[in-house]
């Protein structure tokens, strides 16, 4: 109530804190020089592939009302604005799946009416975006962000698993109509004969498997045995890309024989062609459209605006975690007015709107961190190493890393000291060489280990990963020869992608482990909440999950229905608040639900026979020497599919010594 009393507050706020770092956040950019290359293509491709892969999806599903050009124009203009007036630049935005369910709901909703149809649907879509810019104004003036904590983790992990199915929807449907004739296609043409359209089907699954498995498989490049740590970040930064470019280029290998159309190919108009010019105009029949579709509007627009609420804000929470320490104050509410005024500008010109995206906004930030913690790193390890050589105290050994830390990170010096305490710690308390019981102070090891995360915070990567998106449009002669099949790949790679780090599918799965294997669980890295909450109320949250997550998915199948599918997310509020207490321990509740991904550092198998443990040298990975990875590797190790940072401890439990093995159980193998 308070919020809502206070109207303006929370966007005055917001301007006058960003307003103090607006000059700041083009200048650490500009100074970042060549730096800047590597975080902005990094995310440009993030962006790019899925919004491509959206656009062929909204051709298909609005019969070429909207295409590829429609969806890249929206993400690189709404992007473009964003850099530059937005309140958080960390944040990425683009059209998002959610976007085009509810842009096809609308379609099959206005095809089908006289006084619609086809012809006045993207007229239609503009009044609902102009509903839609009203309540997100609204919602930004009357200090809604207060709000957000309301959605918890349970809402968020339902709302990614139902777009991960969409994701694996999308693509089964893909590869299914590559085996059919498209609508409005001559059957009698050579390529849709019963030989070639098998063979198309058939290539189609090839390509599309084949996507899937090595955009997978070079996701993980970094914890590869085998190549350098350069070649392995890069291929694990731009390899999915690279996989689409491979795979669109194998589709060009097949016999000469075959007709043209085999494979099949993304559609698209050209950007300077008269489909895809028409829609600029689009405000000129928002006239025609009868009254009491106007109000009508209203209906999908509260939809509309309340994914957008939701999504927009999560994205820029999870881009400005408190684990990256950022030193510059966010802007909820000053973000979503923006919001409101870019979902206006695209509805009035045809565009579908853009908003806050996963889990590109917490990438771009994650790689302007390794950014600047390289290079922080290096300097300390540098002056630390030419201390050690001089045989200097550890007083001065200390004073001369915390100096560079200052020097470099330009914060308040009782906030360094603070930040760098348990390094300080380590280094006033390691043992000199032949000390037992104490560990040796190495630079290269501990600095890195407990050196505070550093972004750098700027606007210049946004706007040049934006700009890139914006000439990508005239490159549709090119994204063109991608088959279709390849982005059918590429729809189930991320619904595969997404799934790890999402409590919900973790717990899934903990519900086909007999409780004779439950151990092997404890043996790698895991949730706080596989040892702290007993099983049985693990079985019964993850089943109402489960059950609440078909019901959300049975909604999107209702023809008519299907555009409220959002509403039972909004229903979830109240579940939490007043219905799961009922059922559950607070504290079980608590460990369920948390607001942070909490993890617990396993216990690998050691071996059963003690004499043996006594004789045995050290392991692999256990050798003295010096350790390869970088802080790409360990901030993935770290973080989620979506985007959230882990928060790792030892075990809860307080006899985690020896192997994790259940009491009484002897299994052969």
Not at 32 to 42: N, Q, V
Request: hydrophobic content about 45%; glycine content about 8%.
């Amino acid at each position: 109530m308070e919020s809502i009393k206070s109207p303006f507050k929370g966007i005055a706020n917001d301007v006058t804190g960003r307003a103090l770092y607006y000059k700041q956040d083009w200048i650490s950019g500009i100074r970042s020089g060549f730096g800047m290359l590597a975080p902005t293509t990094y995310i440009f491709f993030a962006s790019a592939l899925p919004v491509i892969a959206f656009g062929e999806q909204l051709a298909k599903d609005t019969d070429g009302s909207l295409s590829t050009v429609e969806t890249l124009s929206s993400t690189a203009l709404c992007g473009i604005v964003h850099s530059v007036l937005g309140g958080q630049p960390l944040l990425i935005l683009g059209v998002a799946e959610p976007t085009v369910l509810m842009y096809t709901y609308l379609y099959n909703f206005a095809k089908d009416r006289e006084d619609l149809g086809q012809k006045l649907y993207l007229a239609w879509a503009g009044w609902v975006c102009v509903w839609t810019s009203l309540m997100l104004f609204l919602l930004a003036v009357f200090n809604a962000c207060d709000l957000i904590n309301r959605f918890t983790r349970i809402a968020g992990e339902l709302f990614g698993m139902l777009i991960a199915v969409l994701f694996l929807q999308e693509a089964i449907k893909g590869m299914v109509s590559e085996f059919k004739i498209p609508k409005a296609e001559d059957s009698s043409s050579e390529k849709y004969q019963f030989q070639w359209l098998y063979t198309n089907g058939l290539l189609g699954i090839i390509f599309t498997s084949g996507l899937v498995c090595t955009a997978l498989k070079s996701r993980k490049a970094r914890s590869w045995w085998y190549g350098t740590g350069w070649l392995r970040s890069s291929i694990a930064d731009y390899g999915v890309p690279l996989m689409v470019l491979v795979w669109s280029a194998l589709s060009f290998s097949v016999p000469s024989k075959v007709p043209s159309g085999v494979p099949r190919r993304l559609f698209s108009p050209l950007p300077w062609e008269s489909a895809s010019l028409d829609h600029w105009s689009v405000i000129k029949d928002m006239g025609k459209v009868p009254v009491a579709y106007i109000f009508a509007a209203f209906i999908p627009a509260v939809m509309i605006a309340g994914l957008y609420f939701f999504d927009h804000s999560v994205a820029s929470q999870l881009a400005q975690q408190k684990e990256f320490n950022l030193k510059k104050p966010s802007a909820f509410h000053y973000d979503i007015l923006l919001l409101g005024f870019m979902t206006l500008a695209c509805g009035l010109i045809g565009l579908p709107p853009s908003n806050g995206v996963l889990p590109q906004s917490p990438m771009h930030t994650k790689s302007l961190a390794v950014l600047e913690t390289q290079f922080m790193k290096k300097k300390m390890v540098e002056s630390a190493t030419e201390s050690i050589k001089q045989k200097a105290t550890d007083s001065e050994i200390y004073g001369k890393i915390q100096a560079v830390f200052i020097e470099m990170d330009n914060s308040p010096i009782n906030l360094e000291v603070k930040e760098l305490e348990d390094l300080k710690e380590l280094i006033m308390k390691g043992g000199k060489e032949g000390e037992k019981g104490k560990e040796k102070f190495d630079p290269e090891k501990h600095i890195d280990a407990y050196l505070p995360v550093r972004v750098n915070e700027q606007r210049v990567s946004n706007l040049l990963q934006s700009l890139l998106v914006a000439a990508s449009v005239c490159a549709m002669p090119a994204i063109k020869l991608i088959p279709t099949s390849v982005l059918s790949g590429y729809f189930a790679y991320m619904a595969i992608d997404s799934l790890p780090g999402n409590q919900f599918w973790e717990r899934i799965l903990l519900l086909f482990i007999t409780p004779g294997r439950q151990y092997k669980v404890l043996e790698k890295a895991h949730a706080s909440f596989v040892e702290s909450v007993p099983y049985k109320y693990i079985v019964i949250f993850t089943l109402f999950q489960l059950i609440y997550f078909l019901v959300c998915y049975g909604v999107t199948w209702i023809p008519m229905a299907g555009i409220l599918f959002p509403l039972p997310f909004f229903f979830l509020i109240t579940i939490r608040q007043r219905i799961l207490p009922k059922f559950f321990p607070p504290h079980h509740l608590r460990e369920l639900d948390a607001a942070g991904y909490d993890e617990i550092s396993g216990s690998p198998q050691r071996s059963l026979s003690l004499s043996f443990r006594d004789r045995e040298g050290p392991r692999v990975g256990e050798m003295e020497g010096e350790l390869e990875m970088c802080d790409a590797e360990i901030l993935d190790e770290l973080t989620t599919s979506r985007g959230e940072l882990k928060l790792r401890s030892v075990s809860i439990r307080e006899e985690r010594h020896g192997p994790v093995h259940p009491e009484g159980i002897v299994e052969i193998e």
